[in-house]
C-alpha cells in the first residue's frame, strides 16, 4: 500500500483506520460496528481501492473514535485480512489484525426462518465462530463465510 | 449423563448412551424394581405440536417410575394463543414439575427452554431438528436386533426435515457405524449435520437409489417423505414412490435384515412385511417404554445426588 492510495481518503488526525477491508464490505464493517455518522464523528470510507495485497480492497477512516480489539474482532466474519490502525495526532500509534471471536451475538440474524431466535422470544441471536463460517447456537444452521454479509442483524 | 437436559444427540457420548441402554435393559429385565423409583415426583408434558406416540410414552414411562405427569394440553386452549413466549411458559411450568418434556414446532427450541429453567429438560422434537429421545430408543433396538458396533445401516427418506434421522446420524457417530444415507436429491442430510459428521471422520456415504446398497446393509430404518416437502402433487408421487419397500424389495436383502421405522408410517413399508422377521417397528415403539423410564431415572435422580 503505497501513501498514495491512502490519500484517495482524507488523512485523520485522531482515530481509527480499518484497512484491507475486503473490496465491498466497507458499508457493512461500519454497520458491524454500529457507526451511522449519528453521534458526529467524521467518517471516510474508499471503495474498490487499488491493493497490492487483495487487487482491489475497501478503507474506512472513523475521526475521534479508538475501537478496541473486541469491538474490531467481529469484523473478522466479513473482512479476514482486515488490519485496524489506531492514529494519534497523524501517527499511526497502534497496528492490529482482526482475530476471530469464539462467538458472535446480535450480529447475525439466522437465515433459518423457523429458528427459534426469530420468533418473538426474549433472546439474542448467538452464533459459535468455525473456520469457515458460524453456526447457529439454537438452531445448529451453518452460514458459511461467503453468506454472512448476507445475513447481517445491524441494519 | 453429563448434562441436565437432553437437546441434542450431538451433546451425547458414547458412554451417556450406554448408560441410558443398560439402564433400559435393567428396567426390561425387573420392571417390578422401578415401580416406585420417582413416586411423588411430576413430569410436565409442553406440547406445542401434535403428538400422540411420544407424548404417551413419555406419560406412561414416568407413570411406570411411580410418579405422576401434567400436560400443557393442546396449544389451542393454552396460554400461548393469547400470546405467551415460549421463554415465559416454561419458566411456569416448571415451577409445576421436577423435569420437563418439549415438542415445539422452531428449531432450537428446546435449547432456548433449556437456557430458562433449572428442572431438567426433554427435547422430544424441536421442527426439523431434533429427536433425541427418539434416538435413544432406536440405538436401543438397533443394540438388541443387530449391535451398535461392526454395524452397516442404511438411512432412507427425508434426510432433510427428519428430525429422527438427525439425532440418530449424530448418535451413531460414538460407534463403530458405516452409514448410508438413502434419499432424493432434494432431500439430503442437511449442511449441519453433514457438518458433524465429516468433523467426526464418520464412515459415510450418499445414495439416491436404495439398491445400490441393500444387499450390505444390518438395518435399514425407514422415515415417510412428507407430501408438503414438494411442489406438487405428481413430484410428491413420483419420488416418494422409489422409496417404499415391499417383499420383492427385499429379495435383495440380508436375510438378517432389521427393518425400522419411527412411526407413524403412511405407505413407505407395504404391510406384506409387518409379518416378516425383517420387521421391527412395533418392537421399536414398545422399547419407548423401558428407554424413557431409563432416560427419565438417569435424569431424576441428579437431584438426589
Same mark, same amino acid.
Given at each position: 500500500?503505497?501513501?498514495?492510495?491512502?490519500?484517495?481518503?482524507?488523512?485523520?488526525?485522531?482515530?481509527?483506520?480499518?484497512?484491507?477491508?475486503?473490496?465491498?464490505?466497507?458499508?457493512?464493517?461500519?454497520?458491524?460496528?454500529?457507526?451511522?455518522?449519528?453521534?458526529?464523528?467524521?467518517?471516510?470510507?474508499?471503495?474498490?481501492?487499488? $491493493?497490492?495485497?487483495?487487487?482491489?480492497? =475497501?478503507? %474506512?477512516?472513523?475521526?475521534?473514535? *479508538?475501537?478496541?480489539?473486541? &469491538?474490531?474482532? @467481529?469484523?473478522?466474519?466479513?473482512?479476514?485480512?482486515?488490519?485496524?490502525?489506531?492514529?494519534?495526532?497523524?501517527?499511526?500509534?497502534?497496528?492490529?489484525?482482526?482475530?476471530?471471536?469464539?462467538?458472535?451475538?446480535?450480529?447475525?440474524?439466522?437465515?433459518?426462518?423457523?429458528?427459534?431466535?426469530?420468533?418473538?422470544?426474549?433472546?439474542? $441471536?448467538?452464533?459459535?465462530?468455525?473456520? =469457515?463460517? %458460524?453456526?447457529?447456537?439454537?438452531? *445448529?444452521?451453518?452460514?458459511? &463465510?461467503?453468506? @454472512?454479509?448476507?445475513?447481517?442483524?445491524?441494519? | 449423563?453429563?448434562?441436565?437436559?437432553?437437546?441434542?444427540?450431538?451433546?451425547?457420548?458414547?458412554?451417556?448412551?450406554?448408560?441410558?441402554?443398560?439402564?433400559?435393559?435393567?428396567?426390561?429385565?425387573?420392571?417390578?424394581?422401578?415401580?416406585?423409583?420417582?413416586?411423588?415426583?411430576?413430569?410436565?408434558?409442553?406440547?406445542?405440536?401434535?403428538?400422540?406416540?411420544?407424548?404417551?410414552?413419555?406419560?406412561?414411562?414416568?407413570?411406570?417410575?411411580?410418579?405422576?405427569?401434567?400436560?400443557?394440553?393442546?396449544?389451542?386452549?393454552?396460554?400461548?394463543?393469547?400470546?405467551?413466549?415460549?421463554?415465559?411458559?416454561?419458566?411456569?411450568?416448571?415451577?409445576?414439575?421436577?423435569?420437563?418434556?418439549?415438542?415445539?414446532?422452531?428449531?432450537?427450541?428446546?435449547?432456548?427452554?433449556?437456557?430458562?429453567?433449572?428442572?431438567?429438560?426433554?427435547?422430544?422434537?424441536?421442527?426439523?431438528?431434533?429427536?433425541?429421545?427418539?434416538?435413544?430408543?432406536?440405538?436401543?433396538?438397533?443394540?438388541?436386533?443387530?449391535?451398535?458396533?461392526?454395524?452397516?445401516?442404511?438411512?432412507?427418506?427425508?434426510?432433510?426435515?427428519?428430525?429422527?434421522?438427525?439425532?440418530?446420524?449424530?448418535?451413531?457417530?460414538?460407534?463403530?457405524?458405516?452409514?448410508?444415507?438413502?434419499?432424493?436429491?432434494?432431500?439430503?442430510?442437511?449442511?449441519?449435520?453433514?457438518?458433524?459428521?465429516?468433523?467426526?471422520?464418520?464412515?459415510?456415504?450418499?445414495?439416491?437409489?436404495?439398491?445400490?446398497?441393500?444387499?450390505?446393509?444390518?438395518?435399514?430404518?425407514?422415515?415417510?417423505?412428507?407430501?408438503?416437502?414438494?411442489?406438487?402433487?405428481?413430484?410428491?408421487?413420483?419420488?416418494?414412490?422409489?422409496?417404499?419397500?415391499?417383499?420383492?424389495?427385499?429379495?435383495?436383502?440380508?436375510?438378517?435384515?432389521?427393518?425400522?421405522?419411527?412411526?407413524?408410517?403412511?405407505?413407505?413399508?407395504?404391510?406384506?412385511?409387518?409379518?416378516?422377521?425383517?420387521?421391527?417397528?412395533?418392537?421399536?415403539?414398545?422399547?419407548?417404554?423401558?428407554?424413557?423410564?431409563?432416560?427419565?431415572?438417569?435424569?431424576?435422580?441428579?437431584?438426589?445426588?
Amino acid at each position: 500500500m503505497t501513501d498514495d492510495h491512502q490519500l484517495r481518503v482524507s488523512k485523520i488526525r485522531n482515530g481509527t483506520v480499518i484497512d484491507h477491508v475486503a473490496a465491498g464490505q466497507a458499508l457493512n464493517v461500519l454497520a458491524i460496528l454500529g457507526i451511522d455518522g449519528t453521534s458526529g464523528e467524521a467518517v471516510s470510507v474508499g471503495m474498490n481501492v487499488p $491493493s497490492d495485497r487483495l487487487g482491489r480492497k =475497501d478503507i %474506512v477512516k472513523v475521526e475521534g473514535r *479508538e475501537l478496541s480489539q473486541s &469491538e474490531v474482532d @467481529v469484523l473478522s466474519l466479513i473482512a479476514p485480512a482486515a488490519s485496524i490502525n489506531i492514529v494519534r495526532d497523524y501517527d499511526v500509534v497502534e497496528k492490529n489484525r482482526v482475530v476471530r471471536p469464539d462467538a458472535v451475538a446480535s450480529i447475525i440474524s439466522c437465515p433459518n426462518r423457523n429458528c427459534i431466535s426469530n420468533a418473538d422470544e426474549p433472546i439474542r $441471536s448467538r452464533f459459535t465462530v468455525l473456520s =469457515d463460517g %458460524v453456526r447457529c447456537d439454537y438452531c *445448529e444452521t451453518i452460514v458459511r &463465510e461467503d453468506e @454472512v454479509a448476507a445475513n447481517l442483524d445491524v441494519n | 449423563m453429563r448434562q441436565d437436559h437432553l437437546i441434542s444427540a450431538s451433546h451425547l457420548s458414547r458412554e451417556d448412551i450406554e448408560a441410558v441402554l443398560d439402564r433400559a435393559a435393567d428396567i426390561d429385565d425387573d420392571p417390578a424394581a422401578f415401580r416406585q423409583r420417582h413416586a411423588g415426583k411430576v413430569l410436565g408434558l409442553c406440547f406445542f405440536e401434535p403428538s400422540t406416540r411420544t407424548r404417551m410414552s413419555f406419560d406412561s414411562a414416568m407413570k411406570r417410575l411411580g410418579g405422576q405427569t401434567v400436560d400443557m394440553g393442546p396449544v389451542e386452549s393454552s396460554s400461548v394463543k393469547k400470546g405467551e413466549t415460549l421463554a415465559d411458559t416454561v419458566r411456569v411450568v416448571e415451577g409445576y414439575a421436577d423435569a420437563l418434556v418439549l415438542r415445539h414446532p422452531s428449531e432450537g427450541a428446546a435449547t432456548m427452554a433449556a437456557e430458562f429453567v433449572d428442572v431438567p429438560l426433554v427435547n422430544a422434537g424441536d421442527g426439523a431438528g431434533q429427536h433425541p429421545s427418539q434416538t435413544l430408543l432406536d440405538l436401543y433396538t438397533i443394540r438388541e436386533n443387530a449391535g451398535l458396533d461392526d454395524l452397516t445401516i442404511g438411512i432412507m427418506g427425508d434426510l432433510k426435515y427428519g428430525r429422527t434421522v438427525h439425532s440418530l446420524a449424530e448418535a451413531l457417530t460414538n460407534f463403530d457405524a458405516s452409514q448410508h444415507f438413502i434419499s432424493p436429491e432434494s432431500l439430503r442430510l442437511p449442511r449441519n449435520v453433514r457438518y458433524d459428521l465429516h468433523a467426526s471422520g464418520a464412515q459415510v456415504r450418499e445414495h439416491t437409489e436404495l439398491d445400490e446398497v441393500l444387499p450390505e446393509l444390518d438395518v435399514l430404518y425407514v422415515t415417510r417423505i412428507q407430501r408438503e416437502r414438494f411442489p406438487d402433487e405428481n413430484e410428491y408421487r413420483k419420488v416418494a414412490g422409489q422409496y417404499q419397500i415391499d417383499s420383492e424389495t427385499l429379495e435383495a436383502a440380508a436375510d438378517d435384515l432389521t427393518i425400522m421405522h419411527p412411526l407413524p408410517r403412511v405407505d413407505e413399508i407395504s404391510p406384506d412385511i409387518d409379518d416378516t422377521d425383517h420387521a421391527t417397528y412395533f418392537e421399536q415403539a414398545h422399547n419407548g417404554i423401558p428407554v424413557r423410564m431409563a432416560l427419565l431415572d438417569i435424569l431424576l435422580s441428579q437431584d438426589d445426588d
